[in-house]
C-alpha cells in the first residue's frame, strides 16, 4: 500500500482524505500461537475504534470493505494477520481516532497518510510523534502517458491501481446519462479496491466534476 | 486471463474493468491482448461475466510472475512470502517502528514503476535496480522484487522476466543519507530513457518527530516533497529506537 502516499489531489481536497491502517509486523507479531491470537484480538479492538468514528470506509484485502456494502462485523471476522485499512473524511475524526490509539497503547504498528502539514499538527495534539515517513517526490518518467489530473485524483485513490481511467470514463458517460447516480458509481467502484483504502465521497466529487454536475 | 469466444456474448461489461485497456470488442465479441494483460484479475472479480466466457488460465512462470504483481488477491508463492504475501509486497515505513529496517542516517528508495496508471515491463525495474546499484544503494531484502534479480553484480534479472509486463511494481533500496543526492542524480538521468513512469518515495527516520534529515539534500538539488505523505506513528511496541 506505499501508493498512499503518492495520493494525487491539491491540498484543498486533501483534507477530506486521510488514510489510517494498522500493520502488524510479520516475524514479530506472528511468532507463536498466543502473539497470532493477541495481535488479532488488538487489530480487532483498534477497528472498533475507527468504526465508531464512522469512517468513509474500512476493509481489509481479502475479506472487503464498507464502502462496497460488505458488513463490517464479518470483515472483520476473517482471520487475517494483514492488520486493516480506514479513510476518514476530516482531520478531527483522524485526530479522535489517534488519540483513542494513543491511549489504547496496543503496541501494533499504525501508519497514517495525509497532508503531512495536517498530520504533524494532529500527532502534536494527539502527544506522538512520527517515527518514520515516506514523502512523496511525485511521479517521474514517461509522464506523457498519464490520464488527466481528474482521473489521477480517482486512480490513486487504490493502493493497487485496480481503478482504471477507462471504468472512471465508463461511469461518467452513465452519469452523464442519467443512468446511475455518482454516489451508486462510487459504491461500485469501490468494488474494485477492496482493501477499505478507497475514498467514496472523494471520487464522488470528482465524478460530479467530470458530469458537469 | 482468456476470452472464449464461443461463449462470449459481447455484453462488453468487461471492457472497462481492465486496467490496462487490454480487452476490447472486436467483430462483438470481447478480445484480450494477451501481451498487454497483466493477469490483475480485477475483470473476473467485478465484470460478473454472464456466460463465464472470461477465465482465468492455467499461469505458468515466468507470465505467473504478472499475476502476483498485479493481482492484489493472488498471494506469491510461499518461499516469496515476505510480508503479507499479496502485490508488490513491501513493508517500507509501515513496521519501521518495529522493525528498525530503516535507521537514522539511512534513507530508503521507493522506486513505484507502472503507477499510477500506465503498468511496466520488468525491464524497467532491471534499468533501476541498475541505476541504484551505481548509487551503492543496497537493495531490499526481502522484497519481491530483489528475489527475482539472478545476477545481483550485474543487477540482472532472472531469464525470461524483462519482458513480462505488470500493473506495478516496486524497487526498494537504501542508501546512506551522505550518497542521496548521488542516487537521486542518477535517478533523474535514467527517467527519460523507461518506457514508464514512476512514483518516487523516500522513507527516513524523523529527527524529534518533526524533523526530516533529507530535506537539506532535497532542498540543494531544487526538489519538492508532494504536501502528502505516509507516516509511521511510532505506536509499536516494543518501540525500535
Same mark, same amino acid.
Given at each position: 500500500?506505499?501508493?498512499?502516499a503518492?495520493?494525487?489531489?491539491?491540498?484543498?481536497?486533501?483534507?477530506?482524505?486521510?488514510?489510517?491502517? =494498522?500493520?502488524?509486523?510479520?516475524?514479530?507479531?506472528?511468532?507463536?500461537?498466543?502473539t497470532?491470537?493477541?495481535?488479532?484480538r488488538?487489530t480487532?479492538?483498534?477497528?472498533?475504534?475507527?468504526?465508531?468514528?464512522?469512517?468513509?470506509?474500512?476493509?481489509?484485502?481479502?475479506?472487503?470493505?464498507?464502502?462496497?456494502?460488505?458488513?463490517?462485523?464479518?470483515?472483520?471476522?476473517?482471520v487475517?494477520?494483514n492488520?486493516?485499512?480506514?479513510?476518514?473524511?476530516?482531520k478531527?475524526?483522524?485526530f479522535?481516532?489517534?488519540?483513542?490509539?494513543?491511549?489504547?497503547?496496543?503496541?501494533?504498528?499504525?501508519?497514517?497518510?495525509?497532508?503531512?502539514?495536517?498530520?504533524f499538527d494532529?500527532?502534536?495534539?494527539?502527544?506522538?510523534?512520527?517515527?518514520?515517513?515516506?514523502?512523496?517526490?511525485?511521479?517521474?518518467?514517461k509522464?506523457?502517458?498519464?490520464?488527466?489530473?481528474?482521473?489521477?485524483?480517482?486512480?490513486?485513490?487504490?493502493?493497487?491501481?485496480?481503478?482504471?481511467?477507462?471504468?472512471?470514463?465508463?461511469?461518467?458517460?452513465?452519469?452523464k446519462?442519467?443512468?446511475?447516480?455518482?454516489?451508486?458509481?462510487?459504491?461500485?467502484?469501490?468494488?474494485?479496491?477492496?482493501c477499505?483504502?478507497?475514498?467514496?465521497?472523494?471520487? =464522488?466529487?470528482?465524478?460530479?466534476?467530470?458530469?458537469?454536475? | 486471463?482468456?476470452?472464449?469466444?464461443?461463449?462470449?456474448?459481447?455484453?462488453g461489461?468487461?471492457?472497462?474493468?481492465?486496467?490496462?485497456?487490454?480487452?476490447?470488442?472486436?467483430?462483438?465479441?470481447?478480445?484480450?491482448?494477451?501481451?498487454?494483460?497483466?493477469?490483475?484479475?480485477?475483470?473476473?472479480?467485478?465484470?460478473?461475466?454472464?456466460?463465464?466466457?472470461?477465465?482465468?488460465?492455467?499461469?505458468?512462470?515466468p507470465?505467473?510472475?504478472?499475476?502476483?504483481f498485479?493481482?492484489?488477491?493472488?498471494k506469491?508463492?510461499?518461499?516469496?512470502?515476505?510480508?503479507?504475501?499479496?502485490?508488490?509486497?513491501?513493508?517500507?515505513?509501515?513496521?519501521?517502528?518495529?522493525?528498525?529496517?530503516?535507521?537514522?542516517?539511512?534513507?530508503?528508495?521507493?522506486?513505484?514503476?507502472?503507477?499510477?496508471?500506465?503498468?511496466?515491463?520488468?525491464?524497467?525495474?532491471?534499468?533501476?535496480?541498475?541505476?541504484?546499484?551505481?548509487?551503492?544503494?543496497?537493495?531490499?531484502?526481502?522484497?519481491?522484487?530483489?528475489?527475482?534479480?539472478?545476477?545481483?553484480?550485474?543487477?540482472?534479472?532472472?531469464?525470461?522476466?524483462?519482458?513480462?509486463?505488470?500493473?506495478?511494481?516496486?524497487v526498494?533500496?537504501?542508501?546512506?543519507?551522505?550518497?542521496?543526492?548521488?542516487?537521486?542524480?542518477?535517478?533523474?538521468?535514467?527517467?527519460?530513457?523507461?518506457?514508464?513512469?514512476?512514483?518516487?518515495?523516500?522513507?527516513?527516520r524523523?529527527?524529534?518527530?518533526?524533523?526530516?534529515?533529507?530535506?537539506?539534500?532535497?532542498?540543494?538539488?531544487?526538489?519538492?516533497?508532494?504536501?502528502?505523505?505516509?507516516m509511521?506513528?511510532?505506536l509499536?511496541?516494543?518501540?525500535?529506537?
Amino acid at each position: 500500500m506505499s501508493h498512499s502516499a503518492h495520493r494525487f489531489a491539491t491540498p484543498e481536497e486533501l483534507k477530506r482524505d486521510y488514510v489510517i491502517f =494498522v500493520r502488524p509486523a510479520k516475524g514479530f507479531d506472528d511468532v507463536d500461537e498466543k502473539t497470532k491470537q493477541e495481535t488479532l484480538r488488538k487489530t480487532k479492538e483498534l477497528a472498533d475504534i475507527v468504526y465508531k468514528h464512522e469512517p468513509a470506509n474500512i476493509g481489509r484485502s481479502g475479506a472487503g470493505s464498507t464502502a462496497q456494502g460488505d458488513d463490517y462485523l464479518q470483515i472483520m471476522n476473517r482471520v487475517t494477520l494483514n492488520g486493516f485499512m480506514s479513510v476518514v473524511t476530516d482531520k478531527e475524526k483522524a485526530f479522535n481516532i489517534l488519540k483513542e490509539f494513543k491511549q489504547k497503547d496496543a503496541g501494533l504498528s499504525v501508519v497514517a497518510s495525509g497532508l503531512t502539514e495536517d498530520l504533524f499538527d494532529i500527532c502534536k495534539g494527539v502527544g506522538l510523534k512520527p517515527h518514520t515517513v515516506l514523502f512523496s517526490l511525485g511521479i517521474w518518467g514517461k509522464k506523457e502517458l498519464l490520464p488527466g489530473d481528474d482521473h489521477l485524483k480517482i486512480t490513486t485513490l487504490c493502493g493497487h491501481s485496480m481503478i482504471s481511467p477507462s471504468m472512471i470514463d465508463h461511469y461518467v458517460s452513465r452519469i452523464k446519462k442519467g443512468e446511475i447516480t455518482a454516489e451508486e458509481a462510487g459504491k461500485k467502484m469501490a468494488k474494485s479496491c477492496p482493501c477499505g483504502i478507497f475514498n467514496v465521497p472523494r471520487t =464522488v466529487e470528482v465524478l460530479k466534476k467530470m458530469a458537469g454536475q | 486471463m482468456i476470452i472464449d469466444r464461443e461463449t462470449c456474448i459481447g455484453c462488453g461489461d468487461c471492457v472497462f474493468t481492465c486496467t490496462v485497456a487490454a480487452i476490447r470488442l472486436t467483430d462483438d465479441k470481447a478480445e484480450i491482448d494477451r501481451e498487454a494483460c497483466v493477469e490483475c484479475g480485477n475483470c473476473l472479480r467485478v465484470a460478473e461475466c454472464p456466460t463465464g466466457a472470461l477465465q482465468q488460465d492455467e499461469l505458468t512462470w515466468p507470465r505467473a510472475v504478472r499475476k502476483y504483481f498485479s493481482d492484489n488477491q493472488c498471494k506469491w508463492p510461499e518461499e516469496m512470502r515476505y510480508t503479507t504475501g499479496y502485490g508488490r509486497g513491501t513493508e517500507e515505513c509501515k513496521t519501521n517502528d518495529r522493525t528498525r529496517k530503516f535507521r537514522r542516517g539511512e534513507v530508503g528508495i521507493m522506486v513505484e514503476l507502472g503507477r499510477p496508471n500506465t503498468g511496466t515491463y520488468l525491464r524497467n525495474a532491471e534499468l533501476i535496480i541498475q541505476t541504484l546499484m551505481r548509487a551503492d544503494a543496497e537493495m531490499a531484502e526481502n522484497s519481491p522484487m530483489t528475489a527475482l534479480i539472478g545476477d545481483a553484480k550485474k543487477g540482472l534479472l532472472k531469464e525470461g522476466l524483462r519482458d513480462q509486463r505488470v500493473l506495478s511494481c516496486i524497487v526498494e533500496a537504501k542508501v546512506t543519507l551522505d550518497r542521496l543526492e548521488r542516487a537521486l542524480v542518477l535517478l533523474q538521468e535514467v527517467a527519460p530513457q523507461l518506457d514508464t513512469v514512476f512514483s518516487l518515495g523516500l522513507v527516513t527516520r524523523m529527527e524529534d518527530g518533526f524533523i526530516s534529515p533529507i530535506e537539506p539534500v532535497l532542498a540543494r538539488m531544487g526538489l519538492q516533497v508532494r504536501p502528502n505523505a505516509k507516516m509511521n506513528l511510532g505506536l509499536g511496541r516494543p518501540l525500535c529506537e
